[in-house]
């Protein structure tokens, strides 16, 4: 059966770090676009960062340097490593599984879902 387990979330310090991690199950994610999307309370799902299996990668203009994406094949494992925490990075934190090998954004691209990981950053 196809999984997608998140891990790492918690409560931090504003300027502190995290780093999540997204294992895979029933799959070999090496061969597919994995991608972290964020929810906040009252507000659509956003798409964070994605990484496809030539290793390229997108980041929303919100968290450009300050998280960095990558991806552990022999560990059937994607990690996003979240610097600078921000209040506003406050977020229910999902990986999924992309339909598609591009790089892409739009939560319709994705075709399995973790059931996500709760980032809170507040002092």
């Known amino acids: 059966q196809l999984q997608l387990v998140e891990s790492g979330g918690g409560l931090v310090q504003p300027g502190g770090s995290l780093r999540l991690s997204c294992a895979a199950s029933?799959?070999?994610?090496?061969?597919?676009?994995i991608g972290w999307f964020r929810q906040a309370p009252g507000k659509e799902r956003e798409g964070v960062s994605c990484?496809?299996?030539?290793?390229?990668?997108y980041y929303a203009d919100s968290v450009k340097g300050r998280f960095t994406i990558s991806r552990d094949n022999a560990k059937n494992t994607v990690y996003l490593q979240m610097n600078s925490l921000k209040p506003e990075d406050t977020a229910v934190y999902y990986c999924?599984?992309?339909?598609?090998?591009?790089?892409?954004?739009?939560?319709?691209?994705?075709?399995?879902w973790g059931r996500g990981t709760q980032v809170t950053v507040s002092s």
């Open positions: 029933g799959f070999a994610l090496d061969y597919y676009t």
């Open positions: 999924a599984k992309g339909a598609y090998s591009s790089v892409s954004r739009n939560p319709g691209d994705y075709d399995y």
């Open positions: 990484i496809t299996v030539s290793r390229s990668t």
